[in-house]
């Protein structure tokens, strides 16, 4: 059992490395930066736009729907890059297989759209 | 090539929940009971390759005989996934027998309904081949998820939204300490397949090992929510009260035999190695689940809470055998497996049927409290006969299906073996069969002799749903039949034996 707890001191060295490297790149870079605070430089940052609203904004509750049906299809991405990749090496029986895959996923597209959830006014 | 005609009853499931959903887009508002039929079409084609598959052996055209494995031990078609299986589809069919009518009345959606439900026996149905963890966990989640959905089904009533939200968060924390324990089992193993995992706690000595103890009582305790025994149970009479009746019929039958299935096939194949670990926890919670739910439905006024709290019990006298097998070898193993399936089978029958006449008589009297139910037997004789029967089987009285169930599970406690446990068990389970009692003929009492309270309505005449009237009609031939020739089930329970016997 020994050997098992004596791999954790790597552990422990890497996070006390870890947390050294942090605290001495940011106290160097706080004691050799010049202070000129301003409006703009204490904003959000957004990806580079102006930020829109606060932080405490609400979002409308019908875009979980959009979320929930995003989620569905990023999932189905990440089923089809490995297959993909592997669709020579499987052959026409994978083919088929994701065909019925996505078919099936459709039929809840179709089912969503019937159903007008895409519609934003209602 | 691969074995299609093994999953046929999965393929055709699974095509008919596709229908099901573009069936409901075409129909109209007025003809939605028709995606209620599709349903009910889908489930009885579905019971065809079961049967197909249970006769293989006489078939001409069919090659494999004998279980069948697939994807490398994860999936096993034996006799006992086909009995339970069969069960399933059943479940489902009575149960939408029972929707058809009632969420017809009621102004919500209904093609999703009928969907839900589905999706829900066909997570069922999955798990009963599910041979390794994560099968069966996508199965209990498939049983699980719609069923949330169903619980709360009639949205503008705040005790639907209650029912669904006390069993989302049970659920969800049953599955967190079920899949933690799943994640420790595998850790210590390297195994998900059963057979893996026993082998491997044979091999490695996992039975001393505090960290594989803990990975068993979490996979229990995951389980145990999921057949609400005490002290995990605190959902299920809110939850069935709250959703609408069908659903709390579903849920107190479907789900929970789907929960029985898991742990039976896990504790007999996966833990079999470690009887004693799971053995003693099980004899606790058959213990409190008989006591608790036993004196607390005494008190119960609401009809559907007392039949939350009846099957909470039953949950207990199911595990009753199941608590003894741990102290038994080969031959008493196999009995006190026999004695939980058939008990599953005839609780089936029994509690979906009590819940239909519950329906019927809720929708006459137009109250599920019991005081006013009052002298129902002089203005809806039928009705009051139908519910006495159904209790009184629940109770366990002969010639009613019941005490077939009660016979084997009292023979496998104390039949084969005789160990100070067992008999001090099957006294409990014998004073809690006479509580029981007590409130099942309360309700009878009610009934019969009770005046019709002042404001009821007892003139106009009583209307049963035909969809009901069938559900009532199979449930009291099943019932009254199976109490007279109890080898009819008892064969189904026989059959699943097998899975008991590699041990």
Known sequence: MTGYFEDY???AVFAAFGALLVAVSVGASALLRPKN????????????????GGGWSQTHVRYYIFALLFLIFDVEAVFIFPWAIQLEALGMFALVEMIVFIVILLAGLVYAVRKGVLEWES | MFDYHAIAPELILGVTLIAVVFIDLILSDRYKYLVGVTALVGLTAAAFPLLTLAVCGDLSTCADTGSRVLFGGSYVIDDFALVLKGLFIVVGVITLLLSVGYIESDDYYQGEFYFL????????????????????FIGLELVSGPAFLLAGWRKGDTRS??????????????AAILLFGMSLV????????FTGIAAASAALDL????????????????FAFKISAVPFHFWAPDTYQGAPTPVAAYLSVGSK????????????????????????????????????????ALRQTNIVRLLGYSSIAHAGFILVPFAMAATYDSVGLEDAFFGTVTYILIYAFMNLGAFAAVIAISARVGSGEIDAWGGLGRYSPNLAALVTMFFFALAGIPPLAGWFAKFVMFRAVI??????WAIVLAAIAAVNAVIALVYYARVVKTVYMDPIPEHADADSPTVVAPSLKLALAITAVAVIVVGFFPQILAFFGDASRALASGM
């Open chain 1, 9 to 11: 001191i790597t552990v």
């Open chain 1, 37 to 52: 605070p301003s409006a703009t430089k204490s904003q959000t940052y957004e990806c580079g736009i102006d930020p829109v």
């Open chain 2, 117 to 136: 439900v589905l999706a829900s026996i066909t997570g069922a149905v999955v798990m009963a081949s599910s041979r390794d963890l994560i099968t069966m």
């Open chain 2, 161 to 174: 939204n209650e029912a669904a939200l006390k069993f989302f968060l049970i659920g969800v924390l049953s």
């Open chain 2, 186 to 193: 595998y850790g210590l193993t390297g195994e998900v397949t």
């Open chain 2, 207 to 222: 039975a001393n090992e505090p960290a594989f103890v803990l990975a068993v009582v979490f996979v229990l305790v995951g």
């Open chain 2, 257 to 296: 035999t789907a929960g029985f299935v898991g742990l039976l096939t896990l504790c007999y194949q996966a833990f079999g190695p470690v009887r004693e670990i799971w053995g003693p926890i099980l004899w606790i919670l058959a213990v409190l689940s008989m006591t608790v739910g036993n004196l607390v």
């Open chain 2, 415 to 420: 039949g084969a073996f005789s160990s100070p």
